[in-house]
């Protein structure tokens, strides 16, 4: 299952970006998606994610109400709008499908993109 992010870059703090992730060849209607990040020597670490039944999401405590994940079916489309980005923020972000919403809150998915370089300058 191809997953492409994209939407990220090089900003300065304070700054927004908006990251996409676009998915094809499963029903992406009724699939649960999540965005993650691993910075260099860092594990990875879960951001957001967002659960297809209802749309419930869940977010780190270190981006909460700052970063929102966001999804648009019609599009095949996954969205993260990162607003006040902070230095700390800087790593590379990755999309994930998840089939199942408690394994994607642990960080087990099924696919994986190939993750958008998000760098933060002070």
């Known amino acids: 299952v191809p997953v492409m992010e994209s939407g990220g870059g090089l900003v300065q703090a304070g700054e927004s970006l908006r990251l996409s992730c676009t998915v094809s060849?499963?029903?992406?209607?009724?699939?649960?998606f999540g965005w993650f990040r691993q910075a260099p020597a860092k594990e990875r670490e879960g951001v957001a994610v967002?659960?297809?039944?209802?749309?419930?999401?869940e977010y780190a405590d270190s981006i909460k109400d700052r970063f929102t994940i966001a999804r648009d079916n019609a599009k095949n489309t996954l969205y993260l709008q990162m607003n006040s980005l902070k230095p700390e923020d800087t790593a590379m972000y990755y999309c994930a499908v998840g089939d199942f919403f408690p394994d994607l809150l642990d960080g087990k998915a099924s696919y994986w993109g190939q993750g958008t370089q998000v760098t933060v300058s002070p």
């Open positions: 967002i659960r297809w039944t209802d749309d419930r999401t």
């Open positions: 060849g499963l029903r992406f209607g009724v699939s649960n």
